[in-house]
Structures are given as structure tokens and as C-alpha cells.
């Protein structure tokens, strides 16, 4: 997957952000949270996913529990290849709004969400 494609598609929301976090890591940010990860030394994505879909995405051809998040539910795209820039576009729309969706009403108001 391109970094760009990913900084166009990513900061394209509102509220959104991109920090390098841990010197390898491109974090894309809704108010401050993080909702994707690029590898900037492997191009790996990562991204939270809903309770009911990490399973059976974890097992999917393509795809791993994120290394130190899979408890909160993250899941890495191993091979993009195989799962195509239309699916990691919905999956990184999804990420966004269930990070976006728990922020608290007063962090919500005072970015405009």
C-alpha cells in the first residue's frame, strides 16, 4: 500500500492527524487517537476493527492480529495484494468512526465532530 494514498485517504476526515510515533511508526489520529498505523520500515497497516469481525478477519488470508493491539481488537494488513485498496479503504473509514464514535461528547464538540 502507498503512504500517500494512505495520507490522502486518511486525512481527508475531519479531526484527523498524522504523527510518527516510535520512530518506524506513521500514526493517522481522530482528536488525538489513533485509528491507523503505517510501518514506515515495512508498509504494514494496521487499524482497529469491531469485536465481532476481528476474528474472523485475523484468520483471513492476507491479514494478522497487530502486533502489542490485537487485545484492542487491531488487525495488520499483511499482504495488500490480496485484499485490495477498496476493502482497506472501507476498513480504515470503519477504524475511524469506532475510534471517533467513543471519544467523549466534550473532545467531540471541541473538535467539531
Not at 498505523?37 to 484468520?59: A, H, M, N, T, Y
Not at 485490495?84 to 467539531?112: M, W
Request: aromatic share 12%; charged share 30%; proline share 5%.
Amino acid at each position: 500500500m502507498e503512504l500517500e494514498w494512505l495520507q490522502q485517504h486518511c486525512l481527508a476526515w475531519p479531526a484527523t492527524e498524522e504523527e510518527v510515533k516510535w520512530e518506524q511508526s506513521l500514526c493517522f489520529m481522530v482528536a488525538k487517537k489513533m485509528f491507523c498505523l503505517f510501518g514506515l520500515d515495512d508498509g504494514r497497516i494496521s487499524f482497529k476493527v469491531p469485536d465481532d469481525q476481528f476474528e474472523e478477519l485475523s484468520g483471513t488470508d492476507g491479514f494478522m492480529p497487530a502486533p502489542y493491539l490485537a487485545r484492542a481488537r487491531w488487525v495488520t494488513v499483511t499482504q495488500p495484494e490480496k485484499v485490495g485498496k477498496k476493502e482497506v479503504a472501507l476498513l480504515l473509514r470503519q477504524s475511524y468512526e469506532l475510534i471517533r464514535d467513543k471519544l467523549p461528547k466534550k473532545v467531540k464538540a471541541e473538535y467539531g465532530l
